[in-house]
């Protein structure tokens, strides 16, 4: 026989199904891993770069879960930035620039250090699936290998289809064939399947760009870094990106080619992403504007081939160049590939569990793109609690949710499989009702001491959140327990152009003006900079946060718990809701359809209006 029995097979080596055979091995699981190209684990498909907006702090939570993500990123990285750091800390967001090859290296070679994780190339086409429960898989080379759970990461290849001007053909991504057979499985099973659409920009030759005809965009004075651990460092030189604008000479070239582009000739029938356009739609919907910030961004230390932010385009290829041409410093442009449309079929969430495991055929978890998400970070996340999860459930052991106080993640799962989505699900700030708690600075502290307890984040890791949490107290008491007189003060407070004082004061009086940072007392007092002298600067960070916005993280906690009594009321699954008659038709259907466990979760089923929670809420008796 080839193959053991395995506890857990993951299809496809994408963000996702790295960190769900990660995960599950690193917890005790035989994991097989099975891809169709053990050269492309963990590619990079579209933008080298990791982070961002809100998925900043995705990856953080990743890593204080013991995912590898960041620390994958940092050995990455060619230039790290931090967003928004003129806004609240609720809004500061890590994002790192990557090389792209060396990203998929550090990830193979990661996964290949954990002794549980096996690897197998190939295509899988077909589940056995016996008695409602999944068994195992059925590849391209005819074997059938047995498992106790699937994790289904599929990305863009499930019947995936590209575009590029007339031209269409079958395949994942750009040069890799389409995957067939698991979409009509799981259909004839009766799950319902859809299609979405992303797409890509073309990829450059950075030789035959003039850079002065552009905005330099360094990284950081003092980068920073993902994770956690001590494993990684900040980078130290980084490669610059640089910025540039279209004009109405590049979007009159694209206009020429709408006639036989795929998306206005009708050939794409999937839903693209809102928040990450194609040229041409925004050339369609914003023509009020008359330019589109393109960012030119490095692939890696070693290599010529530059990536063209923000110009997705699924135009034939002679349109793209003469439109990339207009472009200021591209004159000279040459392409290394042209920019492409993919679609693919996904499943729309609420099919799942808050556990990723899907509601008709048990031990089968679905992760990533296959969900209907876009983008790295938010696969990632679901791959990794995919993972987590699949193992608690086969050692017979309470799954773990994040709830939406606790974690970006569990905002991200909450949405799908309540919500669902039929467009390319992207995470933002926006989307969190609690997002002054869920900072990118605060992730270890609120996730892992948790994922410790189920036998995946090390002890190394809560030895460091123990340190960090008992150092930035003591620096809030010194800070409420030292005075500092107005002379020493005003010193500070003068070179601040901010109001001086008029006799002493607490230090815990004066950080709280927006201002005032710890660094500037660490500056301008010597006693200060003596007494914090020991201190890590994510303790002195974490210090500052809580002390500049107590009220306000004090305020979401209340409401967090007030939101908590909802969670704690359970549904049983198989609850009839067409009994209650003063329920809406709409809840009635949503609510059947979706079968919420806890109140909490009903309440935000999109349909399901406060009123019909009121009337669930005296059926249950509650």
Known sequence: MLF?????????????????????????????????????????????????????????????????????????????????????????????????????????????????????????????????????????????????????????????????????????????????????????????????????????????????????????????????????????????????????????????????????????????????????????????????????????????????????????????????????????????????????????????????ETKRITGLYFAGQINGTTGYEEAACQGLMAGINAHLKLNEQKPLILTRDQAYIGVLIDDLINKGTDEPYRMFTSRAEFRILLRQDNADIRLTQISNKIGLASDERVKKVEAKIIGSNEIIRYFNETSITKEDANQILNTLETAPISQQVKLKTLITRPQLSIAHFIEKNTNIKIALAHYTDDMLIQAEIVMKYESYIEKEKDHADRMLKFENIAIIPEYDYHKIKSLSHEAKEKLSKIKPVTLGQASRISGVSPADISVLMISLGK
């Open 4 to 356: 053991k029995e395995y506890d857990i097979i993951v299809v496809g080596a994408g963000h996702a199904g790295c960190e769900a055979a990660a995960s599950a091995a690193n917890m005790g699981s035989s994991v097989l891993l099975i891809t169709m190209d053990l050269t492309k684990v963990a590619q990079m498909s579209c933008n080298p770069a990791m982070g961002g907006v809100a998925k900043g702090q995705i990856v953080r939570e990743i890593d204080a879960l013991g995912g590898y993500s960041g620390i994958i990123s940092d050995k990455s990285t060619i230039q790290f930035r931090m967003l928004n750091l003129s806004k609240g800390p609720a809004m500061w967001s890590p994002r790192s620039q990557n090389d792209r090859l060396l990203f998929g290296k550090f990830w193979r070679d990661q996964l290949e250090t954990i002794q549980m994780v096996d690897f197998w190339q190939d295509n899988v086409n077909d589940l056995i699936i016996v008695d409602g429960s999944v068994r195992g898989v059925k590849t391209a080379l005819g074997l059938e290998i047995k498992c106790k759970a699937l994790i289904l990461t599929s990305g863009t290849f499930m019947n995936g289809k590209i575009h590029i001007g007339k031209k269409s053909f079958g395949g994942g991504r750009i040069g890799e064939s389409a995957s067939f057979g698991i979409t009509e499985k799981l259909v004839a099973c009766g799950f319902t399947a859809g299609r979405m659409k992303t797409g890509t920009p073309p990829r450059v030759d950075g030789r035959s760009l003039d850079y002065s005809k552009m905005e330099e965009q360094a990284g950081d004075i003092n980068p920073g870094k993902f994770s956690y651990l001590d494993e990684t460092a900040p980078v130290k030189n980084q490669k610059s990106c640089w910025v540039t604008y279209t004009n109405q000479n590049v979007h009159d070239i694209l206009k020429t080619g709408f006639e036989d582009s795929p998306m206005y000739a009708g050939r794409i029938q999937g839903v693209g992403p809102r928040y990450c356009p194609s040229i041409e739609d925004k050339i369609n919907r914003f023509a009020e504007r008359d330019r589109h910030q393109i960012f030119v961004e490095p692939e890696g230390w070693d290599t010529i081939e530059i990536y063209v932010n923000g110009f997705s385009t699924s135009l034939a290829e002679d349109i793209q160049v003469k439109a990339l041409k207009e472009i200021p410093g591209f004159k000279e442009v040459k392409l290394f590939r042209p920019g492409y449309a993919i679609e693919y079929d996904y499943f729309p969430p609420t099919q799942l569990f808050a556990t990723l």
